[in-house]
Nanobody, 126 residues
Framework: QVQLVESGGGLVQPGGSLRLSCAAI????????MGWFRQGPGKEREFVAG????????RYPNSLKGRFTISRDNAKNTLYLQMNSLQPEDTAVYYC???????????????????WGQGTQVTVSS
């Protein structure tokens, strides 16, 4: 069992940046493939970024490549998401999630992830 706690959300102007953090409690995150998902108002939960348990592989949807960067600090047992050039359409609740590793494959379907945080709100608005 692992508990995930996100932080770092808030209100940011278009073009701004935020860094989200996800602290793991109960188990070390180096046992898991980790991912970030988001859910905007009236939308389905969508994959934002993932990182293999080794830290060597990352995965992003094409629409977010170059703006979002996922990283992990296993020593701090923390996952990060650096978000740059934020736009109003990035407004959503952002969730971190842990998946039991399947080699170094990073899955992009929410249903495959076993553990979830409670989410942190990101609002991009002027």
């Amino acid at each position: 069992q692992v508990q995930l706690v996100e932080s770092g959300g808030g209100l940011v102007q278009p073009g701004g940046s935020l860094r989200l953090s996800c602290a793991a409690i109960g188990r070390t995150i180096n046992s898991f493939t980790m991912g970030w998902f988001r859910q905007g108002p009236g939308k389905e939960r969508e994959f934002v970024a993932g990182i293999a348990w080794t830290g060597g592989n990352t995965r992003y949807p094409n629409s977010l490549k170059g703006r979002f960067t996922i990283s992990r600090d296993n020593a701090k047992n923390t996952l990060y998401l650096q978000m740059n050039s934020l736009q109003p359409e990035d407004t959503a609740v952002y969730y971190c999630a842990a998946d039991v590793p399947v080699g170094t494959w990073i899955r992009a379907t929410a249903g495959d992830y076993k553990y979830w945080g409670q989410g942190t709100q990101v609002t991009v608005s002027s």
